[in-house]
Nanobody
Framework: QVQLVESGGGLVQAGGSLRLSCAAS????????MGWFRQAPGKEREFVAA????????SYADSVKGRFTISRDNAKNTVYLQMNSLKPEDTAVYYC?????????????????WGQGTQVTVSS
């Protein structure tokens, strides 16, 4: 059984930075894709970024390009989301997701496993 545990959320002022971590356990990830999604109050969950375990190929939502960076540490089975120049509109619960047998995808339904989420609040 795959488990994903996010950490690193919190309260930060606009313009600040946070780094989220997602520790994966239950299997060795050598292929597939990890993604970050977010859900703001009253809105649908949306894609933020994705990275492949093999090769480290990345994709980003237009709203975070140039500000967020996704990375992974294969040895630790951990994925990170470095968030810089944060804006109040980045406030949301951030979720880590795993797609063990597929490439990068923007679609929630393509991901098989989800973490419990971590709250990120950006004050103006």
């Amino acid at each position: 059984q795959v488990q994903l545990v996010e950490s690193g959320g919190g309260l930060v002022q606009a313009g600040g930075s946070l780094r989220l971590s997602c520790a994966a356990s239950g299997r060795t990830f050598s292929s597939g894709t990890m993604g970050w999604f977010r859900q703001a109050p009253g809105k649908e969950r949306e894609f933020v970024a994705a990275i492949t375990w093999s090769g480290g190929r990345t994709s980003y939502a237009d709203s975070v390009k140039g500000r967020f960076t996704i990375s992974r540490d294969n040895a630790k089975n951990t994925v990170y989301l470095q968030m810089n120049s944060l804006k109040p509109e980045d406030t949301a619960v951030y979720y880590c997701a795993a797609r063990p047998w597929g490439s990068r995808s923007y679609y929630l339904s393509d991901y098989d496993y989800w973490g419990q989420g971590t709250q990120v609040t950006v004050s103006s």
